[in-house]
């Protein structure tokens, strides 16, 4: 597809020259030869306002979000859709013709979306969740989406993961909270094991969590892609289960911000993960 229209997005972020969205956009511009531009915008907290109200007046068709303006942006929108207001925060922001800014949350679909291209079925609805930051809220709410029945949460901080369990449990998905200390006892059971903390990060403290009550047949998933390996995800394939690595959710939540951008449903395959990830400092 070619297309005679010059258009511009962007990713924003405070610091922001460590994000990869540029680098991935801009592979999937280069396949489809769309005339375009993705740039990254290094935006102060407090300027948000101004420069997201400001898109329009510049000609940028919408904005990817990342830290630390994804919760602030939620106030600083026209109108949320519904994902948005359950998790609370978004990573796009799109605007319309009229210049309204319209916020959408898309980490939840890259989660599912990264699940299901690795060949995951649900079978039994029973997860098990590590984390009770803002990326938790995206996975709980996929975890959702998907069918699961059944979530059990663990934080380091406790207070915070009940009230995660209080703002998310619905009738048909009960979320209960496992103390940090003795999470790994209540793993009996669980088909999939998910670390959205940032533990085991390449410049983060290791997560230390044993897996020996993890049924063998149970999937492992780490939203982290840096290291791609996670040490979490070294031990579980060590014992045979089934893992998932955090690229391909970074991949896949990107599609529907390029669809709304330029008009096309991008493919991730192969040589797109290769591609971001040359591209890793």
Same mark, same amino acid.
């Given at each position: 597809?070619?297309?005679?229209?010059?258009?511009?997005?962007?990713?924003?972020?405070?610091?922001?020259?460590?994000?990869?969205?540029?680098?991935?956009?801009?592979?999937?511009?280069?396949?489809?030869?769309?005339?375009?531009?993705?740039?990254?915008?290094?935006?102060?907290?407090?300027?948000?306002?101004?420069?997201?109200?400001?898109?329009?007046?510049?000609?940028?068709?919408?904005?990817?979000?990342?830290?630390?303006?994804?919760?602030?942006?939620?106030?600083?929108?026209? @109108? !949320?859709?519904?994902? $948005?207001?359950?998790? #609370?925060?978004?990573?796009?922001?799109?605007? %319309?013709?009229?210049?309204?800014? +319209?916020?959408?949350?898309?980490?939840?679909?890259?989660?599912?979306?990264?699940?299901?291209?690795?060949?995951?079925?649900?079978?039994?609805?029973?997860?098990?969740?590590?984390?009770?930051?803002?990326?938790?809220?995206?996975?709980?709410?996929?975890?959702?989406?998907?069918?699961?029945?059944?979530?059990?949460?663990?934080?380091?901080?406790?207070?915070?993961?009940?009230?995660?369990?209080?703002?998310?449990?619905?009738?048909?998905?009960?979320?209960?909270?496992?103390?940090?200390?003795?999470?790994?006892?209540?793993?009996?059971?669980? @088909? !999939?094991?998910?670390? $959205?903390?940032?533990? #085991?990060?390449?410049?983060?403290?290791?997560? %230390?969590?044993?897996?020996?009550? +993890?049924?063998?047949?149970?999937?492992?998933?780490?939203?982290?892609?840096?290291?791609?390996?996670?040490?979490?995800?070294?031990?579980?394939?060590?014992?045979?289960?089934?893992?998932?690595?955090?690229?391909?959710?970074?991949?896949?939540?990107?599609?529907?911000?390029?669809?709304?951008?330029?008009?096309?449903?991008?493919?991730?395959?192969?040589?797109?993960?290769?591609?971001?990830?040359?591209?890793?400092?």
């Amino acid at each position: 597809m070619t297309t005679t229209q010059n258009l511009k997005a962007g990713v924003m972020g405070w610091p922001i020259h460590h994000s990869l969205s540029p680098r991935l956009h801009g592979f999937w511009l280069d396949r489809y030869g769309i005339d375009g531009s993705y740039e990254a915008f290094a935006v102060e907290p407090d300027h948000l306002p101004a420069t997201l109200r400001g898109l329009k007046a510049r000609g940028i068709s919408g904005v990817n979000l990342t830290i630390p303006h994804k919760v602030a942006a939620c106030a600083i929108v026209d @109108e !949320l859709d519904p994902a $948005a207001k359950r998790i #609370g925060a978004i990573n796009l922001v799109t605007v %319309d013709d009229n210049g309204r800014l +319209l916020g959408r949350n898309t980490d939840a679909y890259g989660f599912e979306q990264n699940l299901l291209a690795a060949g995951f079925k649900k079978q039994n609805g029973v997860a098990f969740v590590l984390g009770a930051g803002g990326a938790a809220r995206a996975v709980l709410v996929a975890l959702e989406t998907m069918g699961f029945t059944e979530i059990r949460l663990a934080n380091r901080t406790l207070d915070k993961a009940e009230k995660l369990a209080r703002d998310l449990s619905t009738p048909d998905c009960a979320i209960s909270v496992v103390g940090w200390e003795n999470a790994s006892q209540g793993l009996a059971n669980v @088909e !999939l094991l998910v670390n $959205a903390t940032s533990l #085991g990060m390449d410049g983060q403290p290791p997560l %230390d969590f044993p897996l020996e009550n +993890l049924p063998k047949d149970a999937w492992v998933t780490d939203i982290v892609y840096t290291p791609l390996k996670t040490a979490l995800l070294d031990q579980a394939n060590m014992r045979g289960n089934k893992i998932v690595d955090g690229l391909g959710m970074l991949l896949h939540q990107a599609r529907p911000a390029f669809q709304a951008f330029f008009g096309v449903d991008p493919e991730v395959d192969a040589a797109l993960r290769e591609h971001v990830l040359a591209g890793r400092s």
